[in-house]
Each structure stands twice: as structure tokens, then as C-alpha cells.
């Protein structure tokens, strides 16, 4: 069989660094071992079932067995700017300042190719999400990294920059509260973030996929609310987190309105718009009882509380997240980040994500998620106490 050589353009991709993860991880499934899976990003809870029925009875609804318009239904654009009224003080055009998305991360990859060209350059959080990058390099665009490190509380710091890079970026992603640190934004860093954006003529893309997850009290804050956010930049909003609707692929983005018509003008090429069934069960999910939010939340932060306070009682000295359904732990002694993860994996059979596959500053970390029930994430403590691996760093 003849074999057709793929384009430069996918050879150039970033190699997907926890597909490897995945592959040791399941030849230890495959041998029997009970494995706690703490190295991914997908919500371990079902779709609230008043969000299904809605799927439900909207199936089965004639009118949605149709294309739907290519932009998405204006009662799912309505649907988000209510959204974003009661939750956040914003006030939205339906029309003009949101476009509906095939999820979060379609819109983040899209974004790069909506606005820059050959040669141009992106600022990007190291440690980060990895779909960044994909988007830059499609876009053939180039990347300038911005560490985020903790003695920073792992917001990047705008006057380390040096100047030539902050005028030669087009555009920028932050996502607060962080993955992979867990970190959440400030009042004072958005308002840093803004004044930077004008002066140097930067779009900023904030990744807001973790906006309803927030502990001790503190709600995360969008871009948006800031005055002069609009003005320089979107944020992206997925229903994956919030509702636990990952395999829906259904968000949105909304805020400048330049920035949005680029995206509908890309997917008017690409796409007939969603499910019309799909497009109803997300209004209802924006616009319905936010209960399922609330008690979604609660059980992040007793799950981080369970995790953290039973590491620390081991003697594994580790920092609690702000938000988001992450913690970021500090490698211990003398081993890497994939070192350690591998380690886990082989002696205690847990997997965590090691903190170089989000950047050169993630090294030195794993990534834990919090995706499972207390009961699992007890035990995993466990397994790492028998390990006995604080003793050897004593």
C-alpha cells in the first residue's frame, strides 16, 4: 500500500507528551494492578440529570435533526451573556461579543490562526496547558514563555519581561484559576494584565475553564469584570468543568468584538454549528438552578482538603490549590518530575502527571487531580506512606 507522507504542518505538531503517560499507564491495567488514576483532566461526576432531560426531550425535537445556523442559536448566545450578567456583572451582546464553541479547547486552538500570521509571536504560561501550543504552531506562529513560578504565587510578572518580546507578542493566554498549578488571579494582576495589553497592542485570551471552581470562600474572578478587559481581549468558557460536560463539546467565548467575528468568520469554514439538541441543554444549564454548581464545588474542595491534609501528615510538606480541580505537588529529593511520576506509578501504582509535559517550569512538580472519591484519594496516601520516601529525605 502506497503511503502518503503527512504535511510539514503536522510534523511540526508538539508531540503529545502524556500519550506515553497513557501507554505505561494502561500496560499496568492490562497486568491487573489496581490503579488510582490521578494524571488526568476528565470530571469523574455525571451531567446533572436536569441537563440530560433536556438533551433528552430536545432530541427528539424535529426542528434539531436540521443544521442548525452556523453561528449557534441566539437563545445559547443569550443564554451566555445571562450567564455572564448574573455571575460576573458583565454585560454581553448576545451578537456580537459571543460565539458559541466545540468546546474550550477548539476555541483556544482556533484563536492563534484567527489572528496571527507567519513569524508572529504568542506568550504562553510555562507551566501551561499543552493545546496552546498546538494552536501557535498551526498558526506557524512562535512562542515566548512566561514562567510561572511560585514565588510569584504563579501569576506571570509582566516587568520580567524583557521589552522586545512584549512588543513583538500579538497575543496572550492566561487561565486562572490554573491549570496545572492551581493557582487563581488577583484583582491587582488583572488589572496589570489590561494596562500591559494596551501598551503593547497584545489580544489576551483568558482560558477560564476552571471559573466555578474556587475554595475557601473566594470565587474566581473573570477577565471580563475588569474595566478595559474588553477592550484587549475574550475569555473562553466551557460547560465542561462547571457542569461536568466534558463530552458534550459545548463553550463559548465571548468579550472584544473584533476578536469574535475572526472566530465565527474560521467557523463558518469548518463547522454547521452544534447539535440544536446540544445548544438546548446547555442554555438550561447556564440559565437553570446553579445547585449542581455549588454542591459540584463543595466536593472539590473536601477532596483537595482530604488530599492535602493527608500528604502533609505523611511528611510530603506540599501547598494547598486556590482552585481549579488540580493540586501541584513538589517532587521530592533528588528525582525528576517524570522520575517520580514513574516512580509512583511502578511502586505504588498511582499515576500523577509529571510538571515538564506543561513546560520547562513545571519541572520539579507533578500534577494530581482530584477526580476521584475521598476514599481513593486516602488511599493513595497510603500507598505513598508505605513507600517510606519522606524517611529517605530526612
Same mark, same amino acid.
Given at each position: 500500500m502506497k503511503h502518503f507522507s503527512q504535511s510539514d504542518l503536522l510534523n511540526n505538531l508538539p508531540k503529545q507528551f502524556f500519550a506515553s503517560l497513557v501507554k505505561k499507564t494502561n500496560q499496568y491495567i492490562e497486568k491487573g494492578y489496581d490503579i488510582i488514576n490521578l494524571g488526568q483532566g476528565n470530571p469523574d461526576q455525571p451531567t446533572p440529570e436536569h441537563i440530560v432531560k433536556k438533551l433528552q426531550q430536545a432530541a427528539a425535537n424535529p426542528v434539531n435533526h436540521k443544521y442548525s445556523p452556523f453561528q449557534g442559536f441566539r437563545y445559547l448566545k443569550k443564554a451566555a451573556a445571562l450567564f455572564y450578567k448574573r455571575e460576573?456583572?458583565?454585560?454581553? +451582546?448576545?451578537?456580537?461579543?459571543?460565539?458559541?464553541?466545540?468546546?474550550?479547547?477548539?476555541?483556544?486552538?482556533?484563536?492563534?490562526?484567527?489572528?496571527?500570521?507567519p513569524g508572529d509571536a504568542a506568550l504562553?504560561? +510555562?507551566p501551561g496547558y499543552p493545546d496552546y501550543w498546538s494552536g501557535i504552531v498551526l498558526a506557524r506562529a512562535e512562542m515566548i514563555n512566561m514562567p510561572l513560578l511560585e514565588e510569584n504565587d504563579f501569576l506571570p510578572n509582566f516587568a520580567d519581561l524583557p521589552e522586545e518580546d512584549a512588543k513583538k507578542a500579538k497575543l496572550m493566554f492566561l487561565n486562572y484559576p490554573n491549570n496545572p498549578t492551581g493557582a487563581t488571579a488577583t484583582k491587582e494582576f488583572f488589572e496589570q494584565t489590561v494596562k500591559f495589553a494596551e501598551e503593547n497592542d497584545i489580544c489576551v485570551v483568558h482560558d477560564f475553564a476552571y471559573g466555578a471552581i474556587g475554595f475557601d470562600g473566594q470565587k474566581p474572578l473573570s477577565f471580563l469584570q475588569f474595566e478595559g478587559a474588553k477592550d484587549v481581549g475574550i475569555e473562553i468558557y466551557t460547560l465542561s468543568k462547571t457542569y461536568n460536560m466534558a463530552g458534550w463539546r459545548v463553550g463559548f467565548a465571548v468579550g472584544n468584538e473584533s476578536v469574535i467575528s475572526a472566530i465565527n468568520l474560521l467557523q463558518d469554514h469548518m463547522y454547521v454549528s452544534l447539535f440544536g439538541a446540544i445548544q438546548e441543554a446547555a442554555s438550561a444549564a447556564l440559565t437553570e438552578s446553579q445547585e449542581c454548581v455549588v454542591k459540584l464545588n463543595s466536593m472539590y474542595e473536601s477532596r483537595r482538603n482530604t488530599l492535602i491534609n493527608g500528604l502533609r501528615s505523611i511528611g510530603w510538606n506540599v501547598t494547598a490549590p486556590k482552585g481549579s480541580f488540580f493540586a501541584w505537588l513538589k517532587v521530592p529529593g533528588n528525582f525528576t518530575s517524570e522520575q517520580f511520576s514513574d516512580y509512583l506509578l511502578e511502586k505504588a501504582h498511582i499515576v500523577v502527571a509529571p510538571g515538564i509535559g506543561f513546560g520547562k517550569h513545571g519541572e520539579g512538580y507533578v500534577r494530581a487531580g482530584l477526580l476521584t472519591s475521598e476514599d481513593r484519594l486516602l488511599e493513595a496516601v497510603e500507598r505513598i506512606k508505605a513507600l517510606k520516601i519522606f524517611k529517605m529525605m530526612d
Amino acid at each position: 500500500m502506497k503511503h502518503f507522507s503527512q504535511s510539514d504542518l503536522l510534523n511540526n505538531l508538539p508531540k503529545q507528551f502524556f500519550a506515553s503517560l497513557v501507554k505505561k499507564t494502561n500496560q499496568y491495567i492490562e497486568k491487573g494492578y489496581d490503579i488510582i488514576n490521578l494524571g488526568q483532566g476528565n470530571p469523574d461526576q455525571p451531567t446533572p440529570e436536569h441537563i440530560v432531560k433536556k438533551l433528552q426531550q430536545a432530541a427528539a425535537n424535529p426542528v434539531n435533526h436540521k443544521y442548525s445556523p452556523f453561528q449557534g442559536f441566539r437563545y445559547l448566545k443569550k443564554a451566555a451573556a445571562l450567564f455572564y450578567k448574573r455571575e460576573y456583572g458583565v454585560e454581553l +451582546d448576545p451578537d456580537k461579543e459571543v460565539a458559541i464553541l466545540f468546546g474550550g479547547k477548539a476555541g483556544l486552538v482556533e484563536i492563534p490562526q484567527c489572528l496571527l500570521n507567519p513569524g508572529d509571536a504568542a506568550l504562553v504560561p +510555562d507551566p501551561g496547558y499543552p493545546d496552546y501550543w498546538s494552536g501557535i504552531v498551526l498558526a506557524r506562529a512562535e512562542m515566548i514563555n512566561m514562567p510561572l513560578l511560585e514565588e510569584n504565587d504563579f501569576l506571570p510578572n509582566f516587568a520580567d519581561l524583557p521589552e522586545e518580546d512584549a512588543k513583538k507578542a500579538k497575543l496572550m493566554f492566561l487561565n486562572y484559576p490554573n491549570n496545572p498549578t492551581g493557582a487563581t488571579a488577583t484583582k491587582e494582576f488583572f488589572e496589570q494584565t489590561v494596562k500591559f495589553a494596551e501598551e503593547n497592542d497584545i489580544c489576551v485570551v483568558h482560558d477560564f475553564a476552571y471559573g466555578a471552581i474556587g475554595f475557601d470562600g473566594q470565587k474566581p474572578l473573570s477577565f471580563l469584570q475588569f474595566e478595559g478587559a474588553k477592550d484587549v481581549g475574550i475569555e473562553i468558557y466551557t460547560l465542561s468543568k462547571t457542569y461536568n460536560m466534558a463530552g458534550w463539546r459545548v463553550g463559548f467565548a465571548v468579550g472584544n468584538e473584533s476578536v469574535i467575528s475572526a472566530i465565527n468568520l474560521l467557523q463558518d469554514h469548518m463547522y454547521v454549528s452544534l447539535f440544536g439538541a446540544i445548544q438546548e441543554a446547555a442554555s438550561a444549564a447556564l440559565t437553570e438552578s446553579q445547585e449542581c454548581v455549588v454542591k459540584l464545588n463543595s466536593m472539590y474542595e473536601s477532596r483537595r482538603n482530604t488530599l492535602i491534609n493527608g500528604l502533609r501528615s505523611i511528611g510530603w510538606n506540599v501547598t494547598a490549590p486556590k482552585g481549579s480541580f488540580f493540586a501541584w505537588l513538589k517532587v521530592p529529593g533528588n528525582f525528576t518530575s517524570e522520575q517520580f511520576s514513574d516512580y509512583l506509578l511502578e511502586k505504588a501504582h498511582i499515576v500523577v502527571a509529571p510538571g515538564i509535559g506543561f513546560g520547562k517550569h513545571g519541572e520539579g512538580y507533578v500534577r494530581a487531580g482530584l477526580l476521584t472519591s475521598e476514599d481513593r484519594l486516602l488511599e493513595a496516601v497510603e500507598r505513598i506512606k508505605a513507600l517510606k520516601i519522606f524517611k529517605m529525605m530526612d
